[in-house]
């Protein structure tokens, strides 16, 4: 069986899991006036139904992707993630995981979700689809991965050695931090009340990454379906990046429409216009979520400054404060880097590439950086905070 009949299969499941949830989570407010639950329980046997099929099918890639002689680190090192990602996947059910906030105000606490006695199967099933969802995105990027580990990193826009380099540096680091992160989920004390966060935004960061970096060195090959089926189950009933982002600050909202709407010009200057838009809206929301003066307060280590402001991996350090795991830290740093580094690698004006942005590769930069900027900005809203 072919890489595209495994992205087929886990993306089509990927897909079914977004239809099943639409009624799981939008029939929450009306269960609970009318003590409806016919429809929410027959959801969360679908849902159920659909997650075994998802492991089913995540199996079948590690067992035949495990027959080939791995060579190459990275490809090592993800398979590793997605192995524990997968036993995280399987354990779901029976581990006590603290609901998000948003969901535990939607569910509430009446009479009705006593009567029901759903309470309790609607968490396990929202915190699983979560993570079964990051899992199909996490075995994609393996597949993707894959196929770009005997190709040079940018090939489809002439890129240097320079740039080939600098990508591939990155894109080692970050998948080295998802592996730790991933094997540290069910071992680190101190990630045990964040396992949705650690199984739901950075398996889906990571995949925008690589498949960032798959739109300069492949061609797509006809996989329109990737992006949407990923979308469709991993936001359904999730804040927008742009809801997130203006509850922010408006004033920052216009740089990332601004990078959008440049998709559509013919200017030669488009390129420079969306990759420098992104990251000064990157570089303006680490400052606001991360103040000069709330880090000053919160440390006083020298290494946390340079020339009296905070370094950037301070300024993260701080937004990550509510999750004290030395793993989720490196992942977060190494995400970050990664990605600014890219976009700064593909502003016109570094000179390591030679050829003009497409608009399908400009699209990949802005979700990219979308997808990291909704990740932050959940984080620093606590949002999977259990007090």
Known sequence: MGDRTHVDEVFGVARQLALAS???????????????????????ARTAKLNTS??????????????????????ASIMDANSHLQDVVGKMGILKLALPVSLAAQIGSGRAMELAGLSGSIAGSYLQLNASTGLAA??????????????????????DSTFRRSTSAHLGRVTRAYESLMG????????????????????????????????ITLPIDGEQYSSESILDSLDLGAPTVDDVLLALDPALHPLLIGARQALQDDNPERPRYITTSLREVMTQVLRRLAPDTDVKNWSTSSSDYHDGRPTRRA????????????????FVDADVSAALALVKSLNAGTHTITSELTGVQLEAMISRV???LLFLLRLSEAEWASS
């Open 54 to 75: 998802l492991l089913a099918s995540t199996q079948q890639i590690r067992t035949a992707q495990m027959a080939l002689s791995i060579d190459n680190g990275q490809l």
């Open 22 to 44: 639409g009624p799981l989570v939008r029939n929450f407010s009306y269960m609970r006036a009318t003590l409806a639950t016919d429809a929410i329980r027959d959801s969360l």
């Open 184 to 215: 540290a989920a069910l071992v680190d004390r101190s990630l045990a009340d964040y396992i949705p966060a650690v199984t739901s935004y950075p398996p889906v960061d990571y995949y925008r990454h690589v498949e960032a970096i798959q739109s």
């Open 315 to 330: 300024r993260l350090m701080y937004i990550c404060r509510r999750i004290n795991s030395g793993p989720f830290m490196e």
């Open 370 to 372: 979308e997808s990291l």
């Open 138 to 159: 996490s075995m994609v990027a393996q597949l993707k991965l894959t196929a770009l580990r005997t190709v040079p990193l940018g090939g489809l826009i002439q890129s």
